[in-house]
């Protein structure tokens, strides 16, 4: 388990290095998942030793939910305060993913219609 842990400790803090070095847009953890992500698809199967403590780390998933809890009740009251703004934006991205989620999906299936001849991509 302690190899698992390394392979992902290993990714996140090279991903944060990257993104710290290179000014990029996103963040560490998310830059070493897309790079663990990459990194399984091409070695094609999952490592043991990175099922292991994956099943550890989502069985303590709920856990990692507490700070949020805490921030939003010591928060409350600048929340009640901006609730039409937090509202709007929590719209507005939901139907902003969506939309872009439909569009992907329909590229997808215009891709997978070429690749395969003689079905026709769904409307």
């Known amino acids: 388990m302690l190899v698992g842990a390394a392979i992902l400790l290993a990714f996140q803090l ?4 990257l993104a710290t070095r290179f000014h990029l847009p996103l963040s ?3 830059l070493g998942m897309a790079a ?5 698809a091409a070695w094609g199967r999952t490592l043991l030793a990175l099922t292991k403590v994956s ?8 856990l990692f ?3 949020a809890g805490v921030g939003v009740i010591v928060l409350s009251d600048q929340l009640r305060a901006a ?7 929590l719209l507005g991205s939901t139907l902003v993913a969506l939309a872009a989620t439909a569009m992907v999906m329909k590229g997808v299936a215009k891709l997978l219609a070429r690749a395969r001849p003689g079905s026709k991509p769904s409307p």
């Open 14 to 17: 090279g991903a944060d290095w």
């Open 65 to 67: 939910f507490i700070p």
């Open 55 to 62: 099943n550890v780390l989502l069985k303590a998933m709920p």
């Open 36 to 40: 663990l992500t990459v990194a399984l």
């Open 28 to 30: 560490g953890p998310v």
């Open 83 to 89: 609730w039409l703004p937090i509202a709007a934006s």
